[in-house]
Nanobody, 115 residues
Framework: QVQVVESGGGLVQPGGSLRLSCAASGGVFSVDAMGWFRQAPGKQRILVAAISSSGNTNYADSVKGRFTISRNNAESMVYLQMNSLTPEDTAVYYC?????????WGQGTQVTVSS
């Protein structure tokens, strides 16, 4: 079973950038599709970016053109580069397999976009 630890969140001003990291262990990382999910206060957790084992990517419309997901299979890492951040991107960001596994959810990393 894949386990993950997310990091890289923080407070950033509108228009700024952050890079999130997800360190995975267990399972067979190289064959799993991975994704970044986010949950804003009072809202459901949603998938914002996904990457297949071969590197194909998909994005939610709300982040397309601003976020970039990538992975390093040799190091079992997944990254989310977030640019042109807006207050609407404020949320806790989580890494998981796609489709998600209940046993894989980590603590997430808080991203706050505010001036």
């Amino acid at each position: 079973q894949v386990q993950v630890v997310e990091s890289g969140g923080g407070l950033v001003q509108p228009g700024g950038s952050l890079r999130l990291s997800c360190a995975a262990s267990g399972g067979v990382f190289s064959v799993d599709a991975m994704g970044w999910f986010r949950q804003a206060p009072g809202k459901q957790r949603i998938l914002v970016a996904a990457i297949s084992s071969s590197g194909n990517t998909n994005y939610a419309d709300s982040v397309k053109g601003r976020f970039t997901i990538s992975r390093n299979n040799a190091e079992s890492m997944v990254y989310l580069q977030m640019n042109s951040l807006t207050p609407e991107d404020t949320a806790v960001y989580y890494c998981n397999t796609v489709p998600w596994s209940a046993e894989t959810w980590g603590q997430g990393t808080q991203v706050t976009v505010s001036s």
